[in-house]
């Protein structure tokens, strides 16, 4: 049974830093894609960003290029989210996804493809 534990969020000031990480136990394929999304109010869960498990490969969404960079590290089976120069538009409900099919370049953006999900944590930037 694959289980997602989220850990890292909290409330920070605009423009500070957070580092998200989810630790995975129970993978069911040898190179999942996992990704993060957020969920505020009212609203659909939105892609954020994604990593192939083994060849690395990242993948974002334009609203967080070049401020969020997404890693894994095989050892420690957790994902790490670095969240920079954070915007009041970026507090939301972060949710940790992992596929149970395969891939090995390119991550799935559409929220169906993923199986397992945690169960969140709150990010808060204050303006």
């Known amino acids: 049974q694959v289980r997602l534990v989220e850990s890292g969020g909290g409330l920070v000031q605009a423009g500070g830093s957070l580092r998200l990480s989810c630790a995975d136990s129970g993978r069911t394929s040898s190179t999942p894609a996992m990704a993060w999304y957020r969920q505020v109010p009212d609203k659909e869960r939105e892609f954020v960003a994604g990593?192939?498990?083994?060849?690395?490969?990242?993948s974002y969404a334009d609203s967080v290029k070049g401020r969020f960079a997404i890693s894994r590290d095989k050892d420690k089976n957790t994902v790490y989210l670095q969240m920079n120069t954070l915007k009041p538009e970026d507090t939301a409900v972060y949710y940790c996804a992992q596929t149970s099919a395969n891939y090995y370049y390119t991550v799935p953006e559409v929220t169906g493809m993923y199986d397992y999900w945690g169960q969140g944590t709150q990010v808060t930037v204050s303006s």
């Open positions: 990593i192939t498990w083994r060849a690395g490969t990242p």
